[in-house]
Nanobody, 126 residues
């Protein structure tokens, strides 16, 4: 079992930057692939980025590629999402998620993930 707590959200102007953090409880953080999803009001949850257990493999949605960077620090049980060049369409609640399976499921499928945080709001003004 792992608990995830996101932080770092807020209000930022278009073109600005934010860094989200997701702190995980427990001693097995390095055993999980980690991901960030987001959900805008009235829309389905969508995949943003994923990072493998050892940080070697990362995936990004086309909508954030080149602007967002996912990273993790296994010593601190934390995964990050650095968001640059933010756009109003990036406004959403951002969730981190953890997958424990040895054979990961599809990166962009929410059903691949076993644990979720409560989310943090990101609002980008134009």
């Amino acid at each position: 079992q792992v608990q995830l707590v996101e932080s770092g959200g807020g209000l930022v102007q278009a073109g600005g930057s934010l860094r989200l953090s997701c702190a995980a409880s427990g001693r097995t953080f390095s055993s999980y692939d980690m991901a960030w999803f987001r959900q805008a009001a009235g829309k389905e949850r969508e995949f943003a980025a994923r990072i493998s257990r050892n940080s070697i493999i990362t995936y990004y949605a086309d909508s954030v590629k080149g602007r967002f960077t996912i990273s993790r620090d296994n010593a601190k049980n934390t995964v990050y999402l650095q968001m640059n060049s933010l756009k109003p369409e990036d406004t959403a609640v951002y969730y981190c998620a953890a997958e424990r399976r040895l054979t990961p499921g599809p990166a962009g499928d929410p059903l691949s993930y076993d644990y979720w945080g409560q989310g943090t709001q990101v609002t980008v003004s134009s």
